[in-house]
């Protein structure tokens, strides 16, 4: 079974700090890739940003990026000059190639301070 | 592209009542996952689909809860009878079977008093 955990409950950054989110996870699959989703209020899973296990360059969207540690089985969210619309739960997630199941982590509140 | 078209958004029920879900993936999706959200926490898949066929139900409670998709497109989710511990969001996603194109409807928040 894989396991996805986020030990940080909540966490706050002022507005335009960085703030980074941890996650770990666990698998035995060699075919996988790795997700930050967040979601606001309104309860939609907006995908924030995608990698892939096979991939050593760590991915990167505008203000987000992450660091893609392998063999420590970490991945990380780093968010860049934090605005007020980047307060959300953040969920990290894992999904394996062999039966196409996305398993969760438990999330991180973000609060962004004005 | 339309999104993943969930309803109701959301719905009160007392505990011993039936409530029903419904989801419409993406077209061409086929693939499609019901996940349940408590509150605080990750979502947990449920069941999956592969067109009209159950990939995975190991997570879903069989003697209260049950899901069909008809035709490989849309998707109904029930649950009869209600207890308070299902009070939770219920989301449906679909994909194209791969790590690409996973895509969330906004839920159907469940509150059962």
């Known amino acids: 079974a894989q396991t996805v955990t986020q030990s940080q409950p909540e966490m706050s950054v002022q507005e335009a700090e960085t703030v980074t989110l941890s996650c770990t996870y666990d698998t035995s699959e060699s075919d996988y890739y790795l997700f930050w989703y967040k979601q606001p209020p309104s309860r939609q899973m907006i995908l924030v940003i995608r990698?892939?296990?096979?991939?050593?360059q760590n991915a990167t969207e505008n203000r987000f990026s992450v660091n893609f540690q392998k063999a420590a089985k970490s991945f990380s969210l780093k968010i860049s000059d934090s605005q007020l619309g980047d307060a959300a739960m953040y969920f990290c997630a894992c999904w394996k190639g062999s039966n196409y199941k996305l398993t969760f982590g438990k999330g991180t509140l973000l609060t962004v301070n004005p | 592209e339309a999104g993943v078209a969930q309803s109701p958004r959301y719905k009160i029920i007392e505990k011993r009542q039936s409530v029903a879900f419904w989801c419409n993936p993406i077209s061409g999706h086929a693939t499609l996952y019901w996940y349940q959200q408590i509150l605080g926490q990750g979502p947990k898949l449920l069941i999956q689909?592969?067109?009209?066929?159950?990939?995975?139900d190991s997570q879903l409670p069989k003697d209260r809860f049950s899901a069909e998709r008809l035709k490989g497109v849309d998707s109904t989710l029930k649950i009869q009878p209600a207890k308070l511990e299902d009070s939770a969001v219920y989301l449906c996603?679909?994909?194209?079977?791969?790590?690409?194109?996973?895509?969330f409807g906004s839920g159907t928040r469940l509150t059962v008093v």
């Open positions: 990698q892939e296990a096979y991939k050593q």
């Open positions: 996603a679909s994909s194209w079977g791969t790590a690409y194109g996973y895509t």
């Open positions: 689909f592969q067109n009209n066929g159950v990939v995975d």
